[in-house]
């Protein structure tokens, strides 16, 4: 038993020991930075942890919500205001925002899709750990109704039109520099005397 016990410790040891080293590596070759998109391994092992950190009961989930046209636009009108940001109306991920994320924001109409509803329930709800995606959940039905709506939006992301994309521009959070755009706008078009404001310096960060 004693025997056992000391190779057993001595390959924890090497395992912790190898961690520490591989760890050291990925410091000094990533320096942690976000601009570069994670590799092949590191992404594969990141869906596997994220998989595997949902409980199986959640994963398993159907959504409980019948889809419908109301559904779809509650779900819709959400995404705009809370998601397009990062995620854009369409669901790509190509915006400033999404782009500049690690790892960046995933094209929802495909890579998405290959969650189930309950995987799909459980992030909007808790978020992912190390990523720029935050917990929404409220703890709350009305809550969870919202996020189950946001499930049915985006399994229809493969089939949005234009027409949708148009109403959700609409949708979408304006900056203070475009609301006071528009203030000052609405005022000349009174005939009021209006100073032009400046121009909005490039956003950088986040």
């Known amino acids: 038993m004693g025997a056992t016990l000391k190779i057993?410790?001595?390959?924890l040891a090497a395992v912790a020991l190898l961690g520490g080293i591989a760890g050291g590596v990925y410091l000094v070759a990533t320096g942690l930075s976000a601009r570069s998109s994670p590799g092949a391994v590191e992404t594969t092992l990141a869906r596997a942890a994220r998989r595997f950190a949902v409980p199986q009961a959640?994963?398993?989930?159907k959504n409980p919500i019948p889809a419908s046209p109301d559904v779809i636009a509650a779900g819709r009108a959400h995404f705009a205001d809370h998601?397009?940001?990062?995620h854009a109306n369409d669901g790509s991920g190509n915006t400033e925002m999404g782009q500049g994320l690690f790892p960046r924001a995933p094209d929802m109409a495909t890579v998405s899709q290959e969650l189930t509803d309950g995987e799909l329930f459980y992030v909007i709800e808790h978020g992912i750990r190390f990523t720029g995606m935050p917990a929404w959940g409220?703890?709350?039905?009305?809550g969870e109704q919202a996020s189950w709506h946001l499930v049915h939006f985006i399994r229809h992301l493969p089939q949005i039109t234009n027409s949708e994309i148009e109403v959700m521009e609409a949708m979408n959070p304006r900056s203070p520099v475009e609301v006071r755009q528009d203030i000052e706008a609405e005022r000349f078009l009174r005939g009021d005397d209006v100073a032009p404001s400046s121009p909005a310096a490039p956003a950088h960060g986040h």
Request: hydrophobic residues 40%; charged residues 5%; proline residues 6%.
């Open 8 to 11: 057993a410790a001595v390959t």
């Open 58 to 61: 959640v994963r398993n989930l």
């Open 83 to 86: 998601c397009a940001q990062c």
């Open 138 to 142: 409220t703890g709350t039905p009305a």
